[in-house]
């Protein structure tokens, strides 16, 4: 059920801001103004897209989840408590990125199939938004030319 689904996709944008706000606290390395920054700009626009996911549940006519309980046992991202270093950090948000543009792309097909053309756009949107980091995250973690 497309609510469904944005509940989980809501959850999981919850965690994943929180866990961009943590490495961007905690990153370490030779290049740490530019991981520090990366991890900023990262968490700015992640949290950005919650506040319209909330919006667009409140528009179908549910409630939205809003407690970090419930945002646990919905989000489909890994929660970190531990300080990984630098490369493991960004190789943990490639995978994430993975995860929230296949979701994206999930919803969107389900919203295109209900006529929710607003909520599918929106889906576009985030599929450009964890594209365009993936590329990011790869070039950072890319070491040398093939
Ligand atoms: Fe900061």
């Not at 994943?16 to 530019?34: C, L, M, R, T, Y």
């Not at 948000?93 to 209900?114: P, Q, Y």
């Not at 607003?118 to 890319?142: C, H, P, T």
Request: hydrophobic share 40%.
């Amino acid at each position: 059920m497309l609510t469904d689904n944005l509940k989980v996709l809501l959850a999981s944008t919850q965690s994943f801001a929180i866990k961009s706000q943590n490495f961007h606290w905690n990153v370490e390395g030779s290049n740490f103004p530019q991981y520090h920054a990366f991890f900023d700009t990262l968490y700015n626009d992640v949290n950005e897209t919650i506040d319209p996911i909330a919006e667009y549940i409140r528009i179908l006519g549910h409630y939205t989840p809003g407690s970090l309980s419930r945002y646990t046992e919905l989000s489909i991202i890994q929660d970190q408590t531990k300080i990984p270093r630098a490369e493991l950090m960004f190789a943990e948000s490639l995978h994430d990125c993975e995860v929230m543009s296949k979701l994206a792309v999930a919803i969107f097909e389900e919203a295109t199939n209900e006529s929710q053309q607003g909520i599918a756009n929106f889906m576009a949107e985030l599929q450009d938004l964890y594209g365009k980091k993936a590329w990011f995250i790869r070039s950072v973690l890319k070491t040398e030319r093939e």
